[in-house]
T-cell receptor
Framework: DVKVTQSSRYLVKRTGEKVFLECVQD?????MFWYRQDPGLGLRLIYF???????EKGDIPEGYSVSREKKERFSLILESASTNQTSMYLC???????????FGQGTRLTVV | GENVEQHPSTLSVQEGDSAVIKCTYS??????FPWYKQELGKRPQLIID?????GEKKDQRIAVTLNKTAKHFSLHITETQPEDSAVYFC?????????FGKGTMLLVSP
């Protein structure tokens, strides 16, 4: 069974903290994505990666960075968390051949 | 970049009615158009998709149509059931990158 796993389901962090969100997939997919989901705004693309050590900015990269040191793992980093980064974060994994996206279960991040 | 517009944002129907959700996209290079269903508290799941060389695809009670010339595609659900209640997202895909619409909350009342 296909699996995309995010490290935490719920996180509460303080303003200014450095936050790491981890995503691991077991499907040997080349492409991985980080989205944030907010009511009324849908899923907005933060960063994506087509290969190891490769990263591309999405539509809303400000305040975020990413790391992809291994093919199966894609990390989203909030360098200095702010309250406007309170959101649901979804990781997705996509095969270049198939293009179907598989999502992680989501991380609900609250910044206080 | 790609821009996907989705309408309506909310849709309420009675059980047994049909529901239609419409999306438009801007980038003619997009060539794959999936639809995802997200139930409350769960991750989005693919329910149907269509590629740019096909005009229509059907899977039991759901169907998707694509008009490449007009750059729009639609999801049709017939004989709706309460378990169809969820948020539905359309997406346009180019080079494996998905751009999503803002979502439609479908409520099916018994």
């Amino acid at each position: 069974d296909v699996k995309v796993t995010q490290s935490s389901r719920y996180l509460v962090k303080r303003t200014g903290e450095k936050v790491f969100l981890e995503c691991v997939q077991d499907m040997d997919h080349e492409n991985m994505f980080w989205y944030r989901q907010d009511p009324g705004l849908g899923l907005r693309l933060i960063y994506f990666s087509y290969d190891v050590k490769m990263k591309e900015k999405g539509d809303i990269p400000e305040g975020y960075s990413v790391s992809r040191e291994k093919k199966e793992r894609f990390s989203l980093i909030l360098e200095s968390a702010s309250t406007n980064q309170t959101s649901m974060y979804l990781c997705a994994s996509v095969s270049t051949e198939n293009t179907e996206a598989f999502f992680g279960q989501g991380t609900r991040l609250t910044v206080v | 970049g790609e821009n996907v517009e989705q309408h309506p944002s909310t849709l309420s129907v009675q059980e047994g009615d049909s529901a239609v959700i419409k999306c438009t996209y801007s980038d003619s290079a997009s060539n794959y158009f999936p639809w995802y269903k997200q139930e409350l508290g769960k991750r989005p799941q693919l329910i149907i998709d269509i590629r740019s060389n096909v005009g229509e695809k059907k899977d039991q009670r759901i169907a998707v149509t694509l008009n490449k010339t007009a750059k729009h595609f639609s999801l049709h659900i017939t004989e709706t059931q309460p378990e169809d209640s969820a948020v539905y997202f359309c997406a346009a895909v180019k080079y494996s990158t998905l751009t999503f619409g803002k979502g439609t909350m479908l409520l099916v009342s018994p």
